[in-house]
């Protein structure tokens, strides 16, 4: 193992440990920091040497390469903490990479989707699939995601027992291993006891061929034992499509945004979304308040003092 592998599988070990990092955050940290030490070496140089203009070149190096502000940003922020992290093991006197602020994110509206338009994709779940059981999977699958704003990640890896006994809420392991309680409604409840009935009925026949039950709700032939991001990304297009919905327009994390701007646009408090789709910040979810332009205009037009006047 040569010294990048060894700085970088130490450093992923660490956070594993210590900060609790989700296994997709040291897959990104390692993609970020492999990236890094490959372009070193092909600079002659490598992680003990690269100085701050080394790192800065970096940075031109992955813009020049066309990658977004926040890809820039990420692998700002995991070379800085590899560093910082090589500092308090020793192995370097300093952090090259402490002053540099990057290029930042640029702050887009999330994309989002019509109350129709969700509408159309529930709809085409129900009937989309070649068998019925792939059908009751594929409407538990959306339901679920739409009525929970869970991230994709979260909603496959979902272990069975989450759903056993017809719960109002379900326990959700988020990002760092951090757990929340998210309510379910009617029509996901319902979508869930109908998969779960299939599913039993499949448990029932691997018992009897002599085979091991699988644990989460939404079962995979991987190695994970569950349905994939990527298997459920173009599941979700296909039911775009069959919905009559943009499929360029629809992916899990679209669906995500749905339930955050739907919650919002009928009144609930920011601080409850927050909690519901687990984002350790409230700056983060700020980012939804855009779809209050219009009620709030309209609330300055007709409630206002001088406006009424006017």
């Known amino acids: 193992m040569d010294l990048a592998d060894r700085w970088i599988s130490t450093f992923l070990d660490a956070i594993a440990a210590e900060l609790d990092a989700a296994r997709n955050t040291r897959l990104a940290y390692g993609r970020d920091l492999q990236d890094f030490a490959g372009w070193l070496a092909r600079q002659g140089s490598d992680l003990a040497r690269a100085g701050r203009d080394t790192v800065e070149s970096y940075l031109i190096y992955c813009e020049a390469q066309g990658l977004s502000k926040a890809t820039r940003a990420r692998r700002l922020s995991s070379i800085r903490q590899l560093y910082r992290f090589a500092h308090d093991e020793g192995w370097r006197s300093d952090n090259p990479a402490i002053r540099l602020t990057g290029p930042g994110k640029s702050q887009s509206l999330p994309q989002t989707l019509r109350h129709d338009e969700v509408d159309r994709l529930l709809t085409a779940a129900r009937s989309h699939g070649r068998t019925a059981a792939d059908r009751l999977r594929n409407t538990a699958l959306v339901e679920l995601l739409y009525a929970t704003g869970m991230r994709v990640s979260e909603l496959v ?154």
């Open 157 to 310: 890896e979902l272990p069975l027992a989450a759903v056993r006994g017809n719960p109002a809420m379900i326990l959700v392991r988020g990002k760092g291993d951090k757990e929340r309680m998210v309510p379910l409604s009617a029509p996901a409840k319902a979508a869930v006891a109908a998969w779960l009935a299939q599913r039993d009925a499949e448990e029932d026949s691997r018992r009897i061929a002599g085979k091991p039950p699988l644990r989460h709700l939404f079962p995979g032939p991987g190695a994970a034992g569950h349905l994939t991001r990527q298997h459920f990304y173009l599941l979700i297009k296909a039911i775009a499509v069959a919905g009559g919905v943009d499929p360029s327009r629809v992916t899990p994390h679209t669906l995500r945004h749905a339930f955050a701007t739907h919650l919002l646009q009928g009144g609930a408090d920011l601080r409850v979304i927050q909690t519901l789709l687990g984002h350790a910040d409230i700056a983060t979810t700020e980012i939804y308040t855009h779809v209050l332009e219009d009620s709030l205009k309209d609330l300055v037009l007709t409630r206002h003092p001088l406006a009424r006047k006017g």
